[in-house]
């Protein structure tokens, strides 16, 4: 390698002075498009530092000419979000719950509103895709304790079911046959036989003829006289193939000896209404969702109007009931 500077005849471009074996390095100049925007890119920096935030300081970096920042951006659009939902809220507030379905639009905001709030408040005892558990009921199906119209449902969540010291709240509560001695152990057996041939899940037998007198006498009065069950008591349809607490006989006699006491919040009374509203929306839309009563819909919507008439704006709680 040597230092001589020296102009490289068939090109006629000087080289920087490097040679190795023979092989020497021109000295090309940059193309000038390549150099102009190499300038723009320096002159674009130079401005965009002024304008927006961008040397870093001990107090955080320079504020720029535009005051812009992140975190103001996303403010904005958070803000801008809320007003949408707040507007979403009112509407919903404001709708009357039966004439609700009608409305497409809003039925779907607060669906979608209502399957995010279900994910935060519901999937502990109803599973994420509301399929529930042993004691905790499927919510996707059109087997309903209490009822699979909206405005059961809004009332089912709003009190919730056995909620402690809430007065409002749905209440029933089966005997327990074995632990309160209502029912002797034998009983309890060929009633629990009972059960299994009205679910079809046994043949009649000499057991579940003994146990269908009993069933008369001690659980029709809920159950019902073919065992389909009571909504204005939960009492569950005993019928089908749909169990709370399971159908096997060990399940079944358990229920019988000792009851059950399912407990669900009542959610009125730590959410708004606009939240409540959009998971009655979201739980009816799930698959087993039924129409409004038409004759407890007319009486409802009667009794609403005079209460509109009398007391302006609807009151929290108690719609639809
Ligand atoms: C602590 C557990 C628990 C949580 C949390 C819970 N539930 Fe329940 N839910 C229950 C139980 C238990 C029942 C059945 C009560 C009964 O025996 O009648 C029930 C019943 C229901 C019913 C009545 C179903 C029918 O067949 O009539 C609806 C609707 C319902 N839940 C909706 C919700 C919604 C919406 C949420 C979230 C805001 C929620 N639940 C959160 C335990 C829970
Ligand atoms: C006062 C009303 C009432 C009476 C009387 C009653 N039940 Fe019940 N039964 C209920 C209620 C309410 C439930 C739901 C239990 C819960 O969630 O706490 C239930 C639940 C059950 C279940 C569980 C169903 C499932 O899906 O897992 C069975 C089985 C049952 N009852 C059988 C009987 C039998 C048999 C009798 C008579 C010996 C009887 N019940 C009497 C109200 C009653």
Not at 47 to 59: E, I, T
Not at 210 to 224: D, S, W
Request: net charge negative; glycine share 12%; charged share 20%.
């Amino acid at each position: 390698m040597s230092g001589n500077k020296r102009i490289d005849q068939p090109t006629g471009t000087e080289t920087v002075g490097h040679e190795w074996d023979g092989i020497e390095e021109l000295n090309t100049p940059l193309p000038r498009w390549w150099l102009w925007s190499f300038y723009a890119c320096i002159a674009f920096a130079i401005g965009y530092c002024f304008l927006y935030p961008s040397v870093p300081g001990a107090n955080g970096a320079t504020g720029g000419l535009f005051k812009w920042s992140s975190r103001d951006q996303l403010q904005k659009e958070l803000n801008a979000r809320d007003a949408e939902l707040n507007q979403v809220r009112q509407a919903l507030v404001a709708a009357d719950i039966h004439k609700l379905e009608g409305n497409e639009q809003l039925m779907q905001e607060a669906i979608a509103g209502g399957s995010a709030a279900f994910k935060v408040y519901c999937v502990q005892c109803h599973g994420a895709g509301a399929a529930g558990s042993k004691g905790y009921p499927n919510l996707n199906d059109d087997d309903w304790l209490w009822g699979g119209d909206l405005a059961t449902i809004e009332k089912t969540i709003t009190d919730g079911v056995r909620q402690p010291n809430h007065v409002e709240t749905r209440y029933s509560q089966m005997p327990a046959f074995g632990k309160d001695g209502l029912l002797q152990p034998a009983q309890i057996e060929d009633v629990t036989s009972f059960v299994r041939v009205i679910s079809h899940q046994e043949k009649p037998s000499a057991s579940s003829r003994r146990g269908q007198p009993i069933f008369e006498a001690n659980c029709a009065i809920c159950h019902g006289p073919e065992g389909h069950g009571d909504r204005m008591q939960g009492a569950p349809n005993l019928a089908d193939a749909i169990w709370l607490y399971g159908g096997d006989r060990a399940s079944i006699s358990q229920t019988i000896a000792n009851s059950r006491f399912g407990v669900m919040p009542a959610w009125g009374l730590r959410l708004d209404k606009a939240t409540i509203r959009m998971l009655a929306a979201y739980v009816h839309s799930l698959g087993g969702g039924e129409a409004m009563p038409a004759a407890e819909m007319a009486a409802d919507m009667t009794a609403a109007d005079v209460g509109a008439a009398q007391e302006g704006p609807v009151e929290e709680g108690n719609v639809g009931e």
